[in-house]
């Protein structure tokens, strides 16, 4: 039979501890796996390399089936950007899937019944890493909530939904706050909804739903959510569920895959041949269903239901009581070999169909009208209001008027309040008197206007209106 091709990174850490003993399992299961090994991660960043990958590396998992990777340690200062989210963006890895089980009682949980799959969008929100220091004391970070993006992730949430027969799709946003960013992704969620009416849908305010789904998980079944909510309630439900150390996660994108456990390196632990490779295992075995091995994975997940029958357990999640022997990482792994072709008698069986094709979007954009009136600027001062708004409000200009000024988002002028907390970092905008098209030229003199009177600005925002409706922030007039 003709090899797979598959790239290997041992990672950092407990890396290469968990990734040998998970690439013993894999080849005792028959896996007919070809591995290329790549080196990435802490040894590259220090050796220069600043997206912790020497450039080369790209071409060899493009030109693999899949990417398997250990945990990976980004060093401390420096501004290193993190593998994992270049990775996933280059590569266009939209999709981030984390299944969170429970294996009541064989592992601890107060929720024995949880068995929630969370997907998260995997290429924006804030973790697009756009940031800046606007002035010594303020940053900013830019957060980016796309159309294309919102429906990819969704899509796949109930595509996913259909193929495992799933009954519920549950989106999680803050658009009661974030009204364009989360409330895009919202209302895409509503729109995609309509178009799979034999899955129940939901939504739910993401702090009440992160609380809902750290006390009744059961009532979860898959839960689709932008980057950053999606990456901490991942591991908190992985948590709930018994233990971080369980869970495996596949990044899944049109042309490629990587898979890969949600833990981290935990140098701590690492060359004590202590670590759980479970995570890992999981997510190699999300590797073989995708890469159409699905009865190797079928195997490889049942001995492992199994061994955790069995009570043989790593120390992280021995418990007296329910657990019998406390093995090591390479014990652990012998364990499974042993169990291979053995079902598990108390926790469910996993059977895995053919999965297909990653699904190949096709995104129509909007084509709304679009009307620029006006300009944010943001200023740097330290100081009183007083102390710039005489200048700032006697601009000339014969289409834009000063109409409001913020700090923090809260408006100190014209109607501020003498409690409201000030930091260096002002928000000025200016507008058409009749909401009326302006030019670039009209925005170029408030700024140069600025300039003239020694007003240090340190940003600037357009102000448009699609299809009649603004497209900013109320700004409280």
Not at 156 to 164: I, N
Request: aromatic share 8%.
């Amino acid at each position: 039979m003709h090899k797979i091709p598959i790239t290997v990174a041992f990672g950092d850490g407990i890396g290469p501890e968990i990734m040998q003993a998970t690439l013993h399992i894999l080849e005792a299961a028959g896996a007919n796996l070809e591995l290329h090994r790549v080196e990435i991660g802490e040894k590259m960043y220090l050796k220069g390399f600043p997206t912790g990958m020497d450039p080369t590396t790209w071409d060899l998992i493009r030109n693999t089936q899949a990417f398997l990777k250990a945990p990976i340690t980004t060093p401390q200062g420096g501004g290193f950007k993190s593998l994992n989210v270049t990775i996933r963006t280059t590569l266009g890895l939209y999709a981030n899937v984390r299944p969170c089980v429970s294996y009541f009682p064989f592992v601890s949980t107060k929720h024995p019944a949880m068995d929630v799959v969370i997907v998260r969008e995997n290429e924006e929100d804030l973790y697009a890493g756009i940031e800046y220091q606007q002035t010594p004391d303020v940053c900013n970070s830019i957060k980016i909530i796309s159309r294309q993006g919102s429906e990819k992730i969704i899509r796949y949430a109930f595509e996913y939904a259909k193929k495992h027969n799933r009954k519920k799709v549950t989106c999680f946003s803050k658009d009661n706050i974030m009204k364009f960013s989360d409330g895009l992704f919202h209302k895409v969620f509503d729109e995609i909804a309509k178009q799979y009416p034999d899955i129940l849908n939901e939504h739910w305010i993401v702090d009440i739903g992160a609380a809902k789904l750290a006390d009744t998980p059961e009532v979860f079944d898959v839960i689709v959510m932008p980057n950053l909510y999606g990456d901490i309630l991942s591991d908190v439900a992985a948590q709930i569920a018994g233990s971080v150390g369980l869970a495996g996660s596949a990044n899944i994108g049109e042309r490629g895959a990587m898979f890969e456990a949600i833990h981290g390196s935990a140098p701590r632990r690492a060359g004590q041949n202590c670590a759980n490779p479970s995570g890992l295992l999981l997510a190699a075995v999300q590797m073989l269903v995708h890469i159409g091995l699905e009865r190797i994975a079928e195997t490889i997940h049942n001995a492992w239901m199994a061994t955790l029958e069995q009570g043989i357990h790593t120390y992280d999640i021995f418990k007296e009581g329910i657990s019998k022997h406390k093995v090591s990482t390479t014990e652990f792994g012998a364990a499974v070999i042993k169990n291979l072709g053995k079902k598990p008698t108390q926790l469910q069986a996993v059977i895995y169909q053919q999965t297909k094709a990653p699904l190949r979007h096709s995104y129509v954009p909007t084509n709304p009208s679009r009307l620029l009136i006006g300009i944010d600027v943001f200023l740097y001062h330290r100081g009183t209001l007083e102390q710039f708004l005489p200048r700032i409000s006697s601009f000339p200009s014969s289409k834009l008027r000063l109409k409001m000024i913020s700090n923090r988002g809260v408006s100190v002028w014209p109607h501020g309040q003498p409690e409201t907390s000030l930091i260096e970092q002002w928000r000025c905008r200016f507008l058409s008197d009749r909401k009326e098209s302006v030019s670039h030229n009209d925005l170029i003199q408030i700024l140069h206007a600025c300039d003239q009177t020694k007003l240090d600005v340190i940003k600037s925002e357009y102000l448009y209106h699609f299809d009649g409706k603004p497209g900013y922030s109320s700004s409280e007039e």
